[in-house]
């Protein structure tokens, strides 16, 4: 069964620091990992993806990091801001035409000021 | 530059009352698809069309019906609304339907409560 897992399912972190936050999924046909990111009354928005030939990828403040072979993968958050407080959503997509997203359950982070 | 828009915004119903959310993109996507959000549930599809004319079922199909007549439409109808259907609602569009396809866009969501 397709399924991805999120830990944890809310994380409070002080402005500054670096919460982490990490998936794992069984179907090895995914092949695009994206992170969506919801503020409350909006929808998600895409944060940053990674597909597995690569083991890390960051953009500005925030890094993929991809295990293949552990079939995780996590979500870093560096000098977190209180603006970075929101939902996060893992996905995966698997490569087989006709597919589509599945998302992880979510995880609700707080940066205190 | 809209990108996906979605309504009514919010909606109350009664038990038993249909009704009809709207979708409509402008990104000529191929791919639109309808998800309900519910807490520690995180998104949960319920139909998807890869194109005018084609629509399929996702993981919480029933009680709900989709038709695609444009590429720019993708209406979510609810036929007999229960309590259990409340839930914020997303219609997302993509430009293809695999994985090479890229980001999926997210509306700014419907919430429905069912009384």
């Known amino acids: 069964q397709q399924q991805v897992k999120q830990s944890p399912q809310s994380l409070i972190v002080q402005k500054g620091g670096i919460p982490i936050i990490n998936c794992a999924y069984e179907n090895t046909a995914f092949d695009y990992f994206p992170w969506y990111q919801q503020f409350p009354g909006k929808g998600p928005a895409l944060l940053i993806a990674?597909?597995?030939?690569?083991s890390e990828k960051k953009e500005g403040r925030f890094t993929i990091s991809f295990n293949k072979s552990a079939k995780q993968f996590s979500l870093h958050i560096m000098d977190s801001q209180p603006g970075d407080s929101a939902t996060y959503f893992c996905a995966a997509v698997p490569d087989n035409y006709g597919q589509n997203f599945v998302f992880g359950p979510g995880t609700r982070l707080s940066v205190l000021p | 530059n809209a990108g996906v828009t979605q309504t009514p915004k919010f909606q109350v119903l009664k038990t038993g009352q249909s009704m009809t959310l709207q979708c409509a993109q402008d990104?000529?996507?191929?791919?639109m698809s309808w998800y309900r959000q519910d807490p520690g549930m995180g998104l949960r599809l319920i139909h998807y069309s890869v194109g005018a004319g084609i629509t399929d079922q996702g993981e919480v199909p029933n009680g709900y019906n989709v038709s695609r007549s444009t590429t720019e439409d993708f209406p979510l109808r609810l036929l007999s609304a229960a309590p259990s259907q409340t839930s914020v609602y997303f219609c997302a569009s993509r430009g293809g339907w695999d994985s090479s396809a890229g980001e999926l866009f997210f509306g700014e969501g419907s919430r429905l409560t069912v009384l």
């Open positions: 990674i597909r597995p030939d690569v």
């Open positions: 990104m000529n996507h191929e791919y």
